[in-house]
């Protein structure tokens, strides 16, 4: 199995901000390590994802950072918008057919 | 277009009653298809996938089960609920690429059950 651990769990930001959100894996992977954005009732929707073999991907105003080394990544978000406030899962692959391991979420809030 | 539904979007039972949750995609052929469960501060976790008719694969022991009846199908059911099922229900379908995991899932809308 896999484990996936999120920091922090909650996050305000004021507009304009750069949260940034952490998660460590433990198990070695080498297929993509997406995130995730949920709005309240509704589904989660893929962000961003990166694969283990580059450090960083940038989609418009997201962000991944990935160190293999540490099994860590994490997300930054610049330039924040009020409508960026959400819930950010991290997932970490295990074994095969699109099976992810999901952190417990961080709920980040925008403030105008 | 591929596009997932999921019904009932809300549902209360008692306690011991039986649940049918459904989920069907289309616009696709063939796809991996999963339960997750969202509880509140565990995230989410992964309950069954199937990667084809008939073929379901338990992630987590529990008082769930699953079935695929047709390519595009995915039902959860229960015969007694506890009141430990109360969650939110989501059912996600995938395809791999050249058999690599993509780390995409499109999820459904979700069902919110509520055992009482």
């Known amino acids: 199995q896999q484990q996936v651990k999120q920091s922090p769990q909650s996050l305000i930001v004021q507009k304009g901000g750069i949260p940034i959100i952490n998660c460590a894996y433990e198990n070695t992977a080498f297929d993509y390590f997406p995130w995730y954005q949920q709005f309240p009732g509704k589904g989660p929707a893929l962000l961003i994802a990166i694969r283990p073999d580059v450090s960083e991907k940038k989609e418009g105003r997201f962000t991944i950072s990935f160190n293999k080394s540490a099994k860590q990544f994490s997300l930054h978000i610049m330039d924040s918008q009020p409508g960026d406030s959400a819930t950010y899962f991290c997932a970490a692959p295990y074994y095969g057919n699109n099976r992810l391991a999901f952190g417990k979420g961080n709920q980040v809030v925008v403030i105008p | ?116």
């Open chain 2, 1 to 116: 277009s591929q596009t997932i539904h999921q019904w009932p979007a809300t549902l209360v039972q008692p306690v011991g009653s039986p649940l049918s949750l459904e989920c069907t995609v289309e616009g696709t052929s063939n796809p991996n298809l999963y339960w997750y469960r969202q509880a509140a501060g565990r995230g989410l976790q992964l309950l069954f996938y199937s990667v084809g008719i008939g073929q379901i694969s338990s992630e987590v022991p529990q008082n769930l089960s699953a079935s695929r009846p047709q390519d595009r199908q995915f039902i959860l059911s229960s015969k007694k609920l506890l009141l430990s099922d109360s969650g939110f229900y989501l059912c996600a379908w995938s395809n791999l690429k050249r058999g690599w995991n993509t780390g995409e899932l499109f999820f459904g809308e979700g069902s919110r059950l509520t055992v009482l």
